[in-house]
Structure formats: structure tokens, C-alpha cells
């Protein structure tokens, strides 16, 4: 179990995503179960008109006049939704410039993408087929951070994660043990990925997009529906939170790998199943105590099947689960961060999301996620994401 | 943590053990390429045909130290870009054939976790796996990140290295951004250079650490990082990290310091070892490795081999002060704006510091 010293609390966050631009918009959103999947406005490319995506509604004119970004030059998508939700995100913890700059101030993000959702500039500079791009310090996972990182000042630990789509829920656990290891007194930590040609045509490749909305669960789910977005939370040692009122702590988390296969996931959900027996015995809790399972539920094959599996083998019974995928999409590296602030919003208001595009279960399993909205009494919550190169990551959050 | 096994693929002979250092080979031309080990007892011939330079190398130093080495905690992997040519593949059939169907190998060689990923698929490791990314810091944060681990008590024995490989991809854009030098180079007459520019390297090491003391001794005892800082900002840093560790700045013996030959940023080299070591040997390796931004992972192997014991060859002596190894400092920056410190120890005396 933990000890006072090493608890760490969550004291703010910041999102943006298909269902709003902001934690309270998102809210409103899975609460009136409106889905952000539908064709995109905005996203080019020539899978727009055959699949359906989680596009978030703001265009990148309107992304930068609401950030103050002013000089900074080869700005991306990716770039623009990290500052919308990082700012969300410092602002609503009450985080001051001085305290975003301290030495005690650690930054660790995630990305996939990165800057390539600039997929048509890329080419033309990694092919010395443009002078004077602004772009060439752009395309890197880590650009997005180290824009942030300078206009920001921040001068503690900086890191950025990139294990697939566990991505940045490993940053979470990253910015705890930063905290927990003295290295820092507290984290900003989260993820961003924009839409992309590179990852759409890459997904397109794995033959795993659904043309229609994904159904995660479901006995008929073809797919899944890429997205993007950005969020950020503020991790908080106790001592540091000077009255501040803390939306939740984060209590456990395991990382583990399923050493099977590249882009798939054994049978025996072995990675799955490690992760989640970490973080619960981290808490110190036997999977009882879980009140609700934000699931990676991408609405593939085999990513939902195993993760059943893996539910049915370690709960029993299985806690309400859903996977809000079904609103937002598959948002990548931004996916575990996202999905930590709907844990905590389900904790802090004591409710269940549900999971959308939900008829039938898959068998044997026959598990049966949440479909309406509804009030709980809830203590713990769990968040699961899973990754390519099958990385595999459990958090769990209590009450605060 | 301890050194318990290391090996390095890089521009120079350094497969073999410490040979490297009594032959150093010189360059010309702006890129330093890896030279390749003879993969064949490592990776399967119908597995290598399909990979990358950044897979093979990543692999063939991660399995053949998983061979000799098991029962692992956890595979922890710093590699800024991961494997370009994949990328880069990929990205240009999706303009050059405006997204027609493509298969999924170029995309998936492309995610820069796969090298851990592959790692812990080959070994059927599932224990922890991570992979850093974040530019020229991103195997400092895998070692951090390891250190973090022993002091959880979560792990006894951990791999952890980089990987980085130049592909048109980033050797093109790098040029485009006045990273290298325009002009003919010898990478011996790199450190010193009056031009702006470096030249492009490439490699990978990796290293078993372990949390209890092996029998060389040789211990990583700290890591830290800041990025955009001013000088005082650095020293601060610098001061902090080593009284830290009860360690004062006369007692480093060497400063392995990140010279790339570039006239714009060498300085910050110059005025950390001159103002804060004025005492120690300063010691450069971008000459044997070119410049790439998890470099700092061959230092690291370099500053190993010379607690060791080895000679030091006069290609990397920068300032020679006599004075035999027992601390030594890492300083490295890429591109001046992220800077980091590894500070290692050949220490044989009882512990100070007992913490792992």
C-alpha cells in the first residue's frame, strides 16, 4: 500500500476531443451520449469519404486564435491541440508560470504522430524538394512537447512516450514516479495525435478502419474509427496541493508487455492481464473494489475479444465497463490521457458512460458493456490501453 | 544501478568488445554509418531480410545481450525517431501512389516502439516495456526511467539502450535545417571545426544494469536533464546533481563532453569544462560517432570501457590531466537546446550512497 508521502493526487485537466474542446463540452457530451464520429470537414485525404472518423470541430485558424502562440513559427495540428488542452489543463489546477517553470516541475507527454500529420510537407522536405520550410523542427513525436516545453520555460524533467497507443497512459504512470522518486513535486502529463494521411493509410493497410461507427463489444464490430485530440492532467504530490481541491488519485498502474505479436494480441491476454494485476495489486485491491472499467474497446476483432478475455479471467463478476472510443474514436497517443480524464469525471460525479453501437455480446465470453447512462456510487475506477508492439498499460484511480 | 553486460554497433569497430579504441577509424564525407555485425546467429535470415537498419542494429544489440543475460525485469528503449526508412517508405508510396493500397510492413517498421516491442516478442518477456522518445534526451529518460525502477524495487535486471539510424528522412531534413556540414569532412578533424554543422551518426548500445553491486563495480550513479537553459541555469544543475550524490566537481577525474564540431554550440562545452572541471580530463566522442540525438548512449558505453582500465586513444583526448579514472562526468546538448548529465563511477570504495 502506499504511503502518505507517495500519494499523488490529480489537481486539474484539460481536453480536447470529437466531443468538445474542452473537459466540460466533453462532459456534457457523454452524459447526452452525442458521438463525435462522422465523416470529416476538415481532415484531407482520400479515405475522408469512405470511413468515418473522430474529427475535432475546431479548424487550426480557430485553434490558434484562442491560444497565445504568437510567434511561434511551423505550428502543426498535432502542436495546436497540445497547447488548447495543456493550457486547459495548467489553468484549471491554478498552476502559476513560476510553478509551470520550477525545477520541481516535471512535463512528460506522448505522441504517435507527431508532426506528420503534415504528411504532404514531409514528403516534399524529406525529399530536398522545398528551401526555407518551417516546418523542419516539426515532424518529430517529441516536437509538439518541445514547443510547449519553450514557451512555457519549463525547466524541471521533460520526457515524451511513445509505446503506440498506450502511449500516454504510460505518461501517467511516468509523472507519478517522477513525483513518487523525488525528481519532482508535481506532473503535467498526457498526450496528443492529430488525424493523419501517415496513420490512416498505415491503418487502412492493417485493414482494421470500420466505414461505419465502431462498436466496441459488440459480436459484429468491424473496426475501428481513427481520431484525435489532446489531453493533459496535472499530477499533484499530497503536500503540494495547499488546499486545493484534487479531482481524484491515482492509486495504481502496470505496464506490461504481451510478447506475442506486432499488431495483435494473444488469446491468452498475457500483457492485458499482467498490467491490470499490477495496478490492482499496487492499490491493493483484488478487482472487487473496481467500480468501472474505462476499456481500450477499439471495436477491432481482436483488441475487444482479448481484453473480454481478459475481463472474464480476472474479475469476477466484471465490473460495468465501456469504452468511449464509441464517442471519440481511436485518438492514438492521446487515447490513455483522454480516457484518464473520463475515468475521473465518472469518479468525481459518481456516473457511468455508455458504450454507443452496442447490440449483441461477444461469445463465450458474453460480457455486456454499459448501454445507458447512469448514476454509481463509484471508489475505484480502472483505465486500459493497449498498443502495437503489444504494450500493455493498467491505471486505476480512486475518489478523492 | 550497476553495469552488468554491454555492447554498441556504431560508426566504429566497437562490436567486439574494447578493440575499437586501439584502431579508431577516421571518416570522410558528412554521414558516419554504422558498421553491421554478422547478424546470423542472432536474428532468423527470413526476420532480418524484413528489417531496417534501426531494427537490426536495435535487435542485434538487445537479443545477443538477452542471450547472454536472462531473466530481465523489463526492456527499456530511448530512440528519438525509432526507424526512418520504414517511415520514410511508407510516407512516400502514400504521395507517390496518392494512397492506393499499401501493405502494413513499411508502417509498421515505422512506430519507434518496436524495437522493445520486438525485444520482449522474441525473449517472451512481459515484464515492463517503454520506449522514450523525446529528441536528444530520449535515452537519458530510458536510463532515468531504469534508475526509477531499481529504486521501486521492481526490477533486479533491466535492458536498457538506444537505437537511431540516419535514412534520407532525417538526413535531408536535418540538412535543410543547417544541422551538417556542406563542405568535405574528415571526422578526425571534427572537434575544432570554425564551420557550423556537425556530421550524422548513428548506432545503438545497450546495457544490462542490475540494482545490487557486480563485480567491477562499475556504477551509473545519476542522470538529469533540463532543456533551454541558461549557462547559470546549467551549473545550477550541474551543482545540485552532484552534491546530490556527495559528490564534489574536483573529485571528476574526466568530462566526456558532447563536442560535434559545430561552431555555433561548442562553446557550452568549453564553458562547463573550463569553469566548473577545470581539474579534469576533458575527453570527446562525436568524432568516433557523429552527432544523432540518443548519442549520449555510446558515450555511455566509452565512458564504461575507459573506467575499465583501457588506455585512452589520443583521437578522443580533448585536455589530458594524468589522472586516473574514477568518476566521470557525461555532458552532453543536442542542438543546444536540450542539455543532460550522466555521471558514472569506477567507485571500489565502500559505499556512500547505498541507494541503487
Known amino acids: ?400 | 544501478m550497476y553495469l552488468i553486460d554491454m555492447l554498441a554497433i556504431s560508426p566504429q569497430e566497437s562490436w567486439n568488445g574494447k578493440a575499437y579504441l586501439n584502431n579508431i577509424r577516421i571518416v570522410s564525407g558528412n554521414k558516419l554509418m554504422a558498421i553491421e555485425p554478422d547478424y546470423g546467429d542472432i536474428i532468423k535470415p527470413s526476420q532480418l531480410r524484413r528489417m531496417g537498419k534501426a531494427l537490426r542494429m536495435g535487435i542485434g544489440c538487445g537479443a545477443e545481450l538477452m542471450k547472454r543475460n536472462e531473466e530481465l525485469d523489463g526492456i527499456i528503449i530511448g530512440t528519438s525517431e525509432g526507424g526512418l526508412e520504414g517511415c520514410i517508405s511508407f510516407l512516400n508510396q502514400i504521395v507517390d501512389y496518392d494512397e492506393g493500397t499499401l501493405t502494413p510492413t513499411n508502417f509498421i517498421q515505422g512506430t519507434p516502439n518496436l524495437v522493445a516491442g520486438h525485444l520482449a516478442l522474441i525473449s517472451g518477456n512481459s515484464g515492463y516495456n517503454i520506449t522514450h522518445v523525446n529528441g536528444g534526451l530520449s535515452f537519458e529518460n530510458a536510463l532515468t526511467d531504469a534508475l526509477m525502477l531499481f529504486a521501486e524495487g521492481k526490477a533486479e535486471r533491466l535492458l536498457v539502450g538506444n537505437v537511431e539510424e540516419i535514412s534520407d528522412y532525417n538526413f535531408n531534413i536535418g540538412y535543410l535545417a543547417g544541422l551538417y556540414k556542406g563542405e568535405d569532412s574528415l571526422s578526425s578533424g571534427l572537434i575544432g571545426s570554425a564551420t557550423p554543422g556537425t556530421l550524422a551518426g548513428e548506432g545503438s548500445a545497450m546495457f544490462v544494469f542490475g540494482r545490487s553491486k557486480q563485480p567491477d563495480s562499475l556504477r551509473l550513479v545519476d542522470v538529469a536533464c533540463i532543456s533551454y537553459p541558461t549557462k547559470e541555469e546549467l551549473s545550477k544543475l550541474i551543482c545540485r546533481t552532484l552534491e546530490g550524490k556527495g559528490v564534489s566537481s574536483s573529485d571528476i577525474d574526466a568530462v566526456i563532453a558532447g563536442y560535434s564540431g559545430d561552431s555555433r554550440s561548442d562553446f557550452w562545452y568549453d564553458d562547463i569544462t573550463n569553469e566548473l572541471f577545470p581539474g579534469a580530463s576533458v575527453y570527446t566522442y562525436k568524432n568516433l560517432v557523429g552527432e544523432y540525438p540518443s548519442s549520449s548512449a555510446f558515450a555511455l558505453k566509452l565512458g564504461f570501457d575507459l573506467l575499465r582500465g583501457d588506455s585512452v586513444p589520443a583521437e578522443i583526448v580533448k585536455k589530458e590531466t594524468g589522472r586516473p579514472l574514477r568518476n566521470v562526468l557525461i555532458y552532453n546538448h543536442y542542438r543546444a537546446k536540450q542539455h543532460s548529465l550522466i555521471l558514472i563511477s569506477g567507485d571500489f570504495s565502500p559505499e556512500k550512497d547505498s541507494s541503487p
Do not use: W
Open chain 1, 1 to 400: 500500500m502506499l504511503q502518505a508521502q507517495d500519494e499523488v493526487y490529480i489537481s486539474g485537466f484539460g481536453c480536447i476531443t470529437p466531443i468538445g474542446s474542452n473537459a466540460e463540452e466533453c462532459l456534457s457530451s457523454l452524459r447526452s451520449g452525442k458521438s463525435g464520429i462522422r465523416r470529416p470537414v476538415l481532415f484531407q485525404s482520400k479515405y475522408a469519404s469512405l470511413y468515418l472518423f473522430g474529427e475535432v470541430s475546431l479548424s487550426n485558424e480557430e485553434l490558434l486564435s484562442q491560444l497565445d502562440v504568437a510567434g511561434m513559427k511551423g505550428l502543426t495540428r498535432t502542436d495546436l491541440l497540445a497547447f488548447k488542452a495543456f493550457k486547459e489543463a495548467v489553468e484549471s489546477a491554478g498552476l502559476s508560470p513560476e510553478e509551470i517553470s520550477s525545477p520541481d516541475t516535471a512535463f512528460v507527454s506522448a505522441s504517435t504522430v507527431g508532426g506528420m500529420c503534415l504528411t504532404d510537407q514531409l514528403y516534399k522536405d524529406s525529399n530536398l524538394l522545398t528551401n526555407d520550410s518551417e516546418y523542419l523542427d516539426s515532424y518529430s513525436c517529441s516536437a509538439h512537447a518541445n514547443r510547449i516545453v519553450e514557451r512555457y520555460q519549463i525547466k524541471g524533467p521533460v520526457d515524451v512516450i511513445n509505446t503506440a497507443c498506450s502511449s500516454s497512459a504510460n505518461a501517467l504512470m511516468h509523472g507519478a514516479r517522477l513525483i513518487r522518486s523525488g525528481r519532482a513535486k508535481r506532473a503535467i502529463v498526457g498526450g496528443v495525435d492529430s488525424l493523419s494521411k501517415y496513420t490512416v493509410n498505415g491503418f487502412n493497410s492493417l485493414q482494421i478502419l470500420s466505414s461505419d461507427r465502431c462498436k466496441p463489444f459488440d459480436s459484429e464490430r468491424d473496426g475501428l474509427n481513427l481520431g484525435e485530440g489532446a489531453a493533459y492532467l496535472v499530477l499533484e504530490r499530497a503536500d503540494e496541493l495547499k488546499g486545493k481541491k484534487a479531482s481524484a488519485q491515482l492509486v495504481g498502474y502496470g505496464n506490461s508487455n504481451d510478447a506475442y505479436h506486432t499488431s495483435s494480441m494473444s488469446d491468452e491476454a498475457v500483457g492485458i492481464l499482467r498490467a491490470i494485476g499490477e495496478a490492482a495489486s499496487m492499490a491493493g485491491l483484488s478487482g472487487k473494489e473496481i467500480g468501472y472499467i474505462n476499456a481500450h474497446g477499439t471495436g477491432t476483432e481482436n483488441n475487444d475479444s482479448v481484453e473480454a478475455e481478459a475481463f472474464r479471467r480476472f474479475f469476477d463478476p466484471v465490473p460495468p465497463f465501456s469504452s468511449t472510443k464509441s464517442y471519440i474514436g481511436h485518438t492514438l497517443g492521446a487515447a490513455g490521457g483522454i480516457e484518464a480524464i473520463i475515468s475521473i469525471m465518472a469518479l468525481g460525479h459518481g456516473e457511468l458512460y455508455p458504450n454507443l453501437n452496442f447490440s449483441r455480446a461477444i461469445q463465450p465470453q458474453g460480457l455486456h458493456p454499459i448501454t445507458e447512462f447512469r448514476k454509481a456510487e463509484l471508489e475505484y475506477v480502472m483505465s486500459n490501453s493497449y498498443g502495437f508492439s503489444g504494450n500493455c498499460t493498467s491505471l486505476i484511480f480512486k475518489k478523492a
